[in-house]
């Protein structure tokens, strides 16, 4: 996104309200409603959804990461990857009118635990506080 428009994000003067609280409902939404959006995804109950929204002023732009837990038998990857693109999807969104050549990008898996896969982390990510 332009620089503009990040600074009209962090300042709250975007004229559809506070984007950075919608992206993270819509996040939140997004990581519930995971199975209903992708055939053959298991719906899980998920026991908790933790969304950090970051201004990243190099880019200009926000980095969304999201951790989800269950603790069903699989993994719930899916349900973090839906939190984050329908949180990205709120912010483009919110700003289209501000700034139409916004970019959504890099959205992938930096961990995962449980599962009968297992774990796996992505080389050079950092651990998920907790």
């Given at each position: 996104?332009?620089?503009?428009?990040?600074?009209?994000?962090?300042?709250?003067?975007?004229?559809?309200?506070?984007?950075?609280?919608?992206?993270?409902?819509?996040?939140?939404g997004g990581a519930k409603r995971a199975a209903d959006l992708i055939p053959l995804c298991h719906p899980l109950p998920l026991h908790a959804v933790s969304v950090e929204i970051a201004p990243v002023e190099d880019l200009?732009?926000?980095?969304?990461?999201?951790?989800?837990?269950?603790?069903?038998?699989?993994?719930?990857?899916?349900?973090?990857?839906?939190?984050?693109?329908?949180?990205?999807?709120?912010?483009?969104?919110?700003?289209?009118?501000?700034?139409?050549?916004?970019?959504?990008?890099?959205?992938?898996?930096?961990?995962?635990?449980?599962?009968?896969?297992?774990?796996?982390?992505?080389?050079?990510?950092?651990?998920?506080?907790?």
């Amino acid at each position: 996104m332009s620089a503009a428009t990040l600074e009209a994000i962090l300042t709250g003067v975007v004229a559809k309200g506070d984007v950075l609280a919608v992206a993270r409902i819509a996040a939140i939404g997004g990581a519930k409603r995971a199975a209903d959006l992708i055939p053959l995804c298991h719906p899980l109950p998920l026991h908790a959804v933790s969304v950090e929204i970051a201004p990243v002023e190099d880019l200009p732009g926000l980095r969304i990461r999201v951790e989800t837990r269950t603790e069903a038998r699989t993994g719930v990857e899916m349900e973090a990857l839906c939190a984050v693109s329908a949180g990205l999807l709120a912010v483009y969104d919110m700003c289209k009118g501000r700034d139409r050549a916004m970019e959504l990008e890099v959205i992938r898996l930096l961990e995962k635990d449980g599962g009968r896969s297992g774990s796996w982390r992505r080389a050079g990510s950092d651990p998920p506080a907790r």
